[in-house]
């Protein structure tokens, strides 16, 4: 079992960047596939980033390429999304999440592949 602690949220505003981090505990780190995903008011939550076990396949969702990076640290049981030229359709609370699974692209981008959550994190930008 793994516990997730996401930190680094805020408020910011239109074309400001921001790094979330997602503090894992436990030994098992580098065993999980890893993923953020965010649900703003009255909207289901969504995909935003995947990463492998080892950080060497990483997929995003369309509305963040280019944008988003989802990096990992398994030394330092971490994981990462650096967000650039955020918008305000970016605001919503942002979860990271943790598979036993294999990695799948067509897996990886849904909430029931993810065993373990985090509480979340809020994102707000301003216009």
């Known amino acids: 079992q793994v516990q997730l602690v996401e930190s680094g949220g805020g408020l910011v505003q239109t074309g400001d960047s921001l790094r979330l981090t997602c503090a894992a505990s436990g030994r098992a780190f580098s065993t999980y596939s890893m993923g953020w995903f965010r649900q703003a008011p009255g909207k289901e939550r969504e995909s935003v980033a995947a990463i492998t076990r080892s950080g060497g396949r990483t997929d995003y969702a369309d509305s963040v390429k280019g944008r988003f990076t989802i990096s990992r640290d398994n030394a330092k049981n971490t994981l990462y999304l650096q967000m650039n030229k955020l918008k305000p359709e970016d605001t919503a609370v942002y979860y990271c999440?943790?598979?036993?699974?294999?990695?799948?692209?067509?897996?990886?981008?849904?909430?029931?592949?993810?065993?373990?959550w985090g509480q979340g994190t809020q994102v707000t930008v301003s216009s």
């Open positions: 999440a943790a598979s036993r699974g294999t990695y799948q692209v067509m897996d990886v981008m849904k909430p029931w592949f993810y065993d373990f």
